[in-house]
């Protein structure tokens, strides 16, 4: 088991919400003090040592990006999985700007790797976070440009994966389908907008307009 010695400074300051936490534990535990080890569960250590690292320096590193872009299309497995769950921890401890950085962290790598979300990990995100959060948009996004992105040929060979991925999470499967008919609709209205020597209109109903995804980001 990995440890480390956090001063009860660093923490009321740097992360209020553990610091609170262990102050309760000493609350409830006469035999329990400041000084004693504390245990986080349902946080691997790889996710605390990045969180521990950012409240240090104010940075997140990407050892896939420094490996080169080629290395990151390689061996991208589990390494979305991962900053995923750094944000479920940002999150879960209260920590905003990790959330943010963390976002901005994961749409750095999306630039140099490519990224399907397997069903545990839209499982994982869905369950884990806030309804509409920002990392719940990326998964949603990601998702959708890699159907809409898909030959129709090699669709068909994998039906039954895609009804795998679309049924995993209700509300995933709910936000997939409406950012897939709101894509849909925008081609139409490009396509309609061809036939009839228009310029295209790229413009939804108020309403939906929010719910557009920018696939070329």
Known sequence: ?????????????????????????????????????????GVEPQVFALGLDWLLTGKLGCSLLRSGDNAANESNIGHFATWCALYVFAEDYELPDLSNATIERIKNCLSHAEWSPSTSEIKYVFKKTKEDCPLQKVVTKEVTKRFIRQSLPDFQEQVEEWTKVLSCHPEFHAKTINSLKIQFALTSRRLGAQRRGQPPKNRLPQDLSNEVIDLTG
């Open 1 to 41: 088991m990995e440890s480390w010695h956090l001063g009860e400074v660093f923490l009321r300051n740097r992360i209020p919400s553990l610091a609170t936490k262990i102050k309760e534990l000493c609350q409830e535990d006469p035999d329990h003090n400041l000084d004693d080890p504390v245990t986080l569960r």
